[in-house]
């Protein structure tokens, strides 16, 4: 049997006392989608950001094709001669954007190809341009990101990270922080990117969403994967107790808005 293209084992996060990641293991195939949800404050950001490794994650080991890293005691433990290509196969995409404010739109997109990949300025300008184009902002380069609406400005950060030319794409609530009217857009964007075949993992809000795009959904609660299997089982028939509340209390939610 192929091993899969991603494997995280036994992930665990602690800040102090309070344990964020309590021994999470995710393993999935190229070209999948992974989507995750939960309660607020189950874990779903920091998971993300260790696979990142925007934080350090305390213990556990996280592979990406044939780049293995192990933690133990918040230190990487092996792997170090993997760590840089590690970290360049994933791009993320975050709730609130992050673009640079005082950047135009085009020099958000085509700066950390040029910088971190090394990528020539005219090649980055000229992806820069064809990605914008791609997220439907053709016209918006010399904007800055205060001129745009946040579909657009998620769009923008989109863009962004399929400039890096990762094999992995990370989306933490990429939709809820955007009026209602505007989750369309972005969804849309990464439906098509799911469409091509990307690799994603996906944390989101959006149930019907995921039971569109994801090949397996993943449910969080108190830093753990309480439920995991094929979207639309999952969320027509919930195995736990804690899952079924969690779409009872989402379902509530939804009608009242
Ligand atoms: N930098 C941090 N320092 C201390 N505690 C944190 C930090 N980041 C997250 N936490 C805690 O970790 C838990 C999980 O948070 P988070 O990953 O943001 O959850 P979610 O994204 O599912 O809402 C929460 O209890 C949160 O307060
Ligand atoms: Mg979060």
Known sequence: ????????????????????????????????????????????????????????????SLRIGDDTLAYTNSTL???????????????????SFELFPHMSVLRNVALAPAIVNGVPLDQA???????????GLHGKANEYPGQLSGGQSQRVAIARALAMSPRVLLFDEATSALDP????????????????????IVVT????????VA?????????????TGKPHEMIDNPQSERLGNFLKRYQRIRTRA
């Open 181 to 200: 009217e505007l989750v369309g857009e972005v969804l849309e964007v990464i439906g098509e990117l799911a469409d091509e075949g990307r690799t994603m």
């Open 77 to 95: 433990s092996s792997g170090e001669e993997r760590a840089l290509s590690y970290r360049k196969s994933m791009a993320m995409v975050f709730q």
């Open 125 to 135: 300008i000229e992806q820069a341009h064809a990605l914008l184009d791609r997220v």
């Open 1 to 60: 049997m192929n091993k899969p293209f991603i494997q995280i084992d036994s992930l665990v996060k602690r800040y102090g006392a309070t344990v964020a990641v309590d021994g999470v293991s995710l393993s999935m195939d190229e070209g999948h989608i992974t989507a995750i949800i939960g309660a607020s404050g189950c874990g779903k950001s920091t998971f993300l950001r260790c696979v990142n490794l925007l934080e350090n994650p305390t213990s556990g």
């Open 205 to 212: 809000h959006e149930l019907e969403f995921a039971k569109d």
């Open 215 to 227: 090949d397996t959904l993943v449910f969080f609660d108190q830093g753990r994967v309480v439920e």
